[in-house]
């Protein structure tokens, strides 16, 4: 099974970032029928650490590993990380490029949870991207649909975009299924 590792931004911050998306060029392009393969709000997440596939009877192994590490960031901290999306980017060019949206606040916290999350996973010998971790949430995968100038005003645009501040609270274990409309399963969470 693919397996990877999230926080799910709440539904008022992924609606105001949905308005905010729908007047980007991307957006236009996609009301007007073009696939620019705008990332489906209701999947809307950070991924802290991607484990692709991993055996079926490993599962446990994963969700104890995840575990702990929820409870050791969770010791110690008298709230759990308060963020916000906002500013963002894009990566790739050509047919691989991605658009997406920044992380702002606690960004650091974040950043040690997905350290412990990793540390965890190595020590139980489980697979998992050992890229450093990128606070950011993926919004439209245009490729090469529109005009590069399009992306890059779009990516001018959302430097100026703030959206609510929210706190995550809580770490979730995801099963993906890939496909031209990906589906995503919610295994186990852990209060963080």
Known sequence: MRLFVAVYPPRPAVDDLTVQVARLRVGTAFAAGINVR??????????????????????????????????????????????????GGSFGRGRFT???????????????????IRFGLRRSKLPHDEKPFRAHLTIARPGDRIDRADVLADRETLHAYVGPEWAAEELVLVRSHQGPRPTYDRLAAWSI
């Not at 446990?60 to 995840?66: M, N, P, R």
């Not at 658009?99 to 412990?116: I, P, S």
């Open 38 to 87: 705008l990332a489906d709000p209701a999947n809307a997440h950070l991924t802290l650490a991607f484990l692709g596939d991993v055996a079926d009877d490993r599962l446990v192994d994963v969700e104890s590993a995840l575990g702990l590490a929820a409870e050791t960031f969770r010791t110690g901290r008298d709230s759990s990380p308060r963020l916000r999306l906002g500013g």
């Open 98 to 116: 991605v658009l997406w949206v920044d992380l702002q606040g606690d960004v650091e916290g974040l950043a040690v949870l997905a350290r412990l």
